[in-house]
């Protein structure tokens, strides 16, 4: 009769101990807490383009944990609004780079917890692009220590005729 009465105390602490564990896990994996921002300083995401212009931008790690964040570009002029109202039909694409503030190319930013980082979208206007239209890009990062987690933000560029300015 004894041994049936360890058995099911031992039973019991197995079974707290399993809870435990796995209660410890679940809840770690969701501490990572991956949470950042990505936006244009002082709002400015949006310019005029001859050749080539400058956006710059900054990185806020908002999660838990240090983290490295992939940055890339899409072309969503098809489902862009452009700040005039006019038709995206005939937005134009434009070639998007990521620089460091030193003017060298980045693909990737590591940032601890709550740390910031700032960097320049370089936007340039391939020969033979139509004068006055827009371009519509979302500027992404996504982190690496949350495969679904993902930021962005949209940037608008109109390339104008020189004798506008």
């Given at each position: ?99 460091d503030v030193d003017k ?62």
């Amino acid at each position: 009769m004894r041994i049936k009465i360890i058995s099911a105390s031992f039973r019991t602490n197995v079974m707290f101990l399993m809870f435990f564990v796995f209660g410890s896990v679940t809840v770690f994996g969701q501490s990572n807490n991956c949470n950042a921002e990505i936006s244009a300083i002082k709002n400015r995401d949006n310019k005029k383009v001859v050749t080539t212009v400058h956006y710059k931008m900054v990185i806020t790690n908002k999660g838990n944990l240090a983290d490295v964040f992939t940055l890339s570009s899409e072309n969503i002029n098809s489902t862009c609004a452009n700040i005039d109202g006019s038709s995206t039909i005939n937005n134009v694409i434009l070639n998007y780079s990521f620089l460091d503030v030193d003017k060298n190319p980045i693909t990737k930013v590591e940032l601890k917890s709550g740390e910031s980082y700032n960097f320049l979208v370089l936007a340039e206007v391939p020969v033979g692009t139509p004068l006055e239209k827009w371009s519509c890009i979302e500027v992404s990062a996504s982190s690496k220590l949350c495969a679904d987690f993902k930021v962005s933000t949209v940037l608008q560029t109109y390339v104008f005729k020189p004798s506008e300015e």
